[in-house]
C-alpha cells in the first residue's frame, strides 16, 4: 500500500503539473495573440478619447453678488474666482498679435467687394476679363505699330545674331547648372531683350525718358453693374515713362464699339474665383507712385508665365491676367487725370501695352480705356488688341534628341523667329518713334 502511494504521488504531481502548464499556456498563448492584435494598430485606434469638457456657465442673478477671493491675492477655498478683464499692453507686440473679428473693424461693408489679384486663376479666362472690364477684343496687334519695327532705321545693327546669342546665353550659359530651370532663363531672356532694345537710345533720344519698375502695389475700383471689384497687388515689370503712349484708335473706331455686345458665359457667375472680402476702402484708386514721381505714365508690363510655383496659370488665365492688370494700370491713371466721379468717356484715351512671356511663348497685348463708366453693357466700350501663342524659337537643347539611332533634335538653338523679336521691338519703340 505505502508502495502503491509512492507511485501514485508523482502521478498526481504530473497531472496537476500539466494542468498548470495548460493554463499557463493558454494565458501566455492569448497575451501573444493580443501583443500581435495591438501590434499593427496605431494609438489613436487602442487610446482612449478624451471628450472635451464644456465650458461650465456662469450665471448671473441679480441683485446677488459673487463673493471672490479676487481683494485677498491668494486663492481661499470656498470662495468663487473672480473674473479679471482682458489685461491690454500700453506698447505694441507683434508676437502677441490678435485680430479683431472682421464685422469690428472700422472698414467692414455690408457690400462684398471683389478682388483680383496676382494669383486670382480666373476659370472664363479672356471672356471673364472682358466682360469685368467691359472691353472688346481685336485678333492681332494694330498694322500701325508692326510697321514700326520694320523700318530700317528702328532696327538694331546685326539684329537677328545678337537675338540668337542672348538667347542662348539665357538657356544656356547663365548658371552653372546642367540645365537652367524656366523662371531663371525666362527672367534673364526678358531683361536680355529689354537691354537690347534700349542700346536705340542713341537713335531715339524719347527712350532716355522710361525707367523699369518691379514690386510696386496697384490699386483700382470700378463697379459692374451693382457689384464693387478691384484691383490689387503688385504685377509684372513695368516701364514707365513720362510722356504717355499716344492713342492707338481714332474716335470713329472707338464710336463702332457702341453696337459690340459683350459675350456672356451663363450660368457661370462672373464673380467666379475672385476674393470675396468685406473690409476694404470702397474708392481706393493708387497707381503704386508719388504724385511728383517724374514716370507717372504706364507704357508696358512685362509678365513672366512661371513666377510662383504654388500659383501655375494656364494660358488662357494667364492672358486674362494680363488684360486684368493693364486695365488696373489704365484706370488708375484715368482717375489721376479726371477724377473718380462722374463715369466719363475719356476725352484722351489711356493706352498700356502688356507683354508675357515663359522663356519661350510670347502674348502680346495692347490695351486703350476709352471709358470710366463701366456699370451697364451698354455704351461705348474698352478695346484689347491681343497676339498671342507666338513663338521665339522652336528647341534650345543640351543634348540632342535622338530617336532610332536618328537626330531629331540638335543641340543648340533651333528654329528661330526673327519675326517674334520684331513685334517685341514694335511694342518697345511705341512712342518713341
Known amino acids: 500500500m ?6 501514485a504521488v508523482p502521478l498526481l504531481s504530473q497531472i496537476v503539473f500539466l494542468k498548470d502548464f495548460k493554463r499557463l499556456s493558454a494565458h501566455v498563448g492569448a497575451s501573444l495573440l493580443q501583443v500581435r492584435r495591438n501590434f499593427g494598430s496605431s494609438r489613436c485606434l487602442t487610446a482612449k478619447v478624451t471628450t472635451a469638457r464644456k465650458p461650465r456657465e456662469r450665471v448671473q442673478i441679480t441683485g446677488l453678488e459673487v463673493v471672490t477671493y479676487g481683494k485677498r491675492m491668494h486663492l481661499v477655498p470656498g470662495l468663487a474666482k473672480p473674473v479679471n478683464p482682458q489685461w ?60 514700326l519695327a520694320e523700318r530700317t532705321a528702328n532696327q538694331i545693327p546685326d539684329q537677328d545674331e545678337r537675338v540668337k546669342n542672348m538667347i ?19 527672367n534673364t531672356l526678358l531683361l536680355n531683350l529689354l537691354h537690347l532694345c534700349a542700346t536705340l537710345q542713341s537713335s531715339h533720344p524719347a527712350i532716355g525718358r522710361r525707367i523699369l519698375t518691379e514690386k510696386y502695389s496697384l490699386a483700382a ?3 459692374r453693374g451693382e457689384d464693387l ?3 490689387r497687388g503688385e504685377n509684372g515689370l513695368l516701364l514707365n515713362c513720362m510722356d504717355p503712349l499716344p492713342e492707338v484708335s481714332v474716335n470713329q473706331e472707338v464710336n463702332n464699339t457702341v453696337d459690340h455686345v459683350l459675350e456672356t458665359f451663363y450660368p457661370v457667375s462672373p464673380t ?13 484708386n ?31 488665365q494667364f492672358r486674362a491676367k494680363m488684360v486684368m492688370f493693364a486695365f488696373g494700370n489704365a484706370l488708375a491713371r484715368a482717375y489721376k ?7 466719363r468717356i475719356l476725352d484722351h484715351p489711356v493706352t498700356v501695352q502688356a507683354v508675357g512671356t515663359n522663356g519661350r511663348i510670347f502674348q502680346f497685348m495692347v490695351f486703350q480705356l476709352n471709358t470710366t463708366d463701366l456699370s451697364g453693357d451698354d455704351g461705348i466700350k474698352n478695346q484689347v488688341w491681343m497676339d498671342e501663342d507666338i513663338e521665339l524659337y522652336d528647341f534650345a537643347k543640351v543634348r540632342p534628341l535622338i530617336k532610332k539611332k536618328q537626330v531629331k533634335v540638335p543641340a543648340g538653338l533651333s528654329g528661330y523667329k526673327p519675326e517674334t523679336f520684331s513685334k517685341f521691338l514694335a511694342l518697345y519703340l511705341h512712342g518713341a518713334v
Open 2 to 7: 505505502a508502495q502503491c502511494l509512492k507511485t
Open 88 to 147: 491690454e499692453r500700453d506698447y505694441k507686440d507683434h508676437r502677441q498679435y490678435r485680430a479683431s473679428l472682421g464685422s469690428e473693424m472700422p472698414l467692414h461693408n455690408e457690400n462684398p467687394c471683389y478682388v483680383y489679384n496676382q494669383r486670382t486663376n480666373a476659370l472664363e479666362g479672356v471672356r471673364q476679363a472682358l466682360w469685368l472690364t467691359k472691353t472688346k477684343l481685336i485678333s492681332g496687334l494694330p498694322s500701325q505699330l508692326l510697321s
Open 168 to 186: 542662348i546665353h539665357a538657356r544656356f550659359w547663365v548658371t552653372t547648372d546642367e540645365r537652367p530651370g524656366k523662371e531663371k532663363y525666362s
Open 221 to 223: 475700383t470700378w463697379k
Open 229 to 231: 471689384f478691384q484691383i
Open 272 to 284: 467666379i474665383d475672385l476674393q470675396k472680402v468685406h473690409v476694404y476702402k470702397e474708392m481706393v
Open 286 to 316: 493708387c497707381s503704386g507712385f508719388r504724385d511728383d514721381y517724374p514716370y507717372h505714365h504706364a507704357h508696358t508690363l512685362y509678365f513672366l508665365e512661371e513666377g510662383d510655383d504654388s500659383c501655375k496659370l494656364r494660358p488662357e
Open 337 to 343: 487725370l479726371y477724377g473718380t466721379q462722374p463715369q
